[in-house]
């Protein structure tokens, strides 16, 4: 069976800083592997998505994420935050068929 | 291009009660997946409908239920509701195996 698992729950970090969020995933198939936001009281947004081919895959909002087939890794990164990247942050694997499994997610929080 | 839009925002429902929760795909898209998410919970899927008929199920009871309508909106039914169905329940629509696009949500509490 398909897992997710995001190894941080909080991440604290100040205005103009670097960011990871970090996701392993465990698969013995094929796998797409999907970032989502979730602003407070709103359903989730698509950041980027990784189906096949280049190993890079950028998204909205100045996010990147690298998909790391050796470490069955998928971390999210963004070079410089901002106080509106407050948020949320799922990672989720997808199967063919599209049932998404997701983390258990991390919390950034963007201090000024 | 309309995005996916759920109804209604929130509910209040006592244990017990049956309900029913909407979702309006988006334009060109013929498959809704529900999920539930529990506070501090990442979302864990219920199921999906393709073409008015279910396409995959995750560990929920018979209890949920659903329905996919000639134009690909969509409902889910929970019946003999208990506390722990307490959650965040969002829609999302795509073309099969393609991206899922999700709704605001319908936040669902049971007293």
Redesign the interface.
Same mark, same amino acid.
């Given at each position: 069976a398909q897992s997710v698992t995001q190894l941080d729950s909080q991440v604290p970090v100040f205005e103009e800083a670097p960011v990871e969020l970090r996701c392993n995933y465990s698969s013995s198939v094929s796998v797409y592997l999907f970032w989502y936001v979730q602003y407070p009281n709103q359903g989730l947004q698509l950041l980027l998505k990784y189906l096949s081919g280049s190993t890079l895959v950028k998204g909205i909002n100045g996010f990147e994420a690298e998909f790391n087939k050796s470490q069955t890794s998928f971390h999210l990164r963004k070079p410089s935050v901002h106080i509106s990247d407050t948020a949320e942050y799922f990672c989720a694997g997808g199967t063919s068929y599209g049932k998404l499994t997701f983390g258990q997610g991390t919390i950034l929080t963007v201090h000024p | 291009e309309t995005g996916?839009t759920?109804s209604p925002t929130h509910l209040i429902k006592t244990r017990g009660q049956q309900v029913t929760l909407r979702c309006s795909s988006q334009s060109g898209h013929n498959?809704v997946?529900w999920?539930q998410q529990a506070l +501090?919970? +990442?979302?864990?899927?219920i199921f999906?409908y393709y073409r008015e008929e279910e396409?995959?199920r995750?560990n929920f009871p018979p209890r949920f239920s659903g329905l996919q309508f000639p134009n690909y909106s969509s409902e889910l039914n929970v019946n003999a509701l208990e506390l722990d169905d307490s959650a965040l329940y =969002?829609c999302?629509s795509?073309s =099969?195996?393609?991206?899922?696009?999700? +709704?605001? +949500?319908t936040?669902l509490t049971v007293l």
């Open positions: - | 996916v759920q498959t997946s999920y +501090g919970q +990442g979302p864990q899927f999906q396409n995959g995750g =969002l999302a795509s =099969l195996a393609d991206t899922q696009y999700f +709704g605001p +949500g936040r």
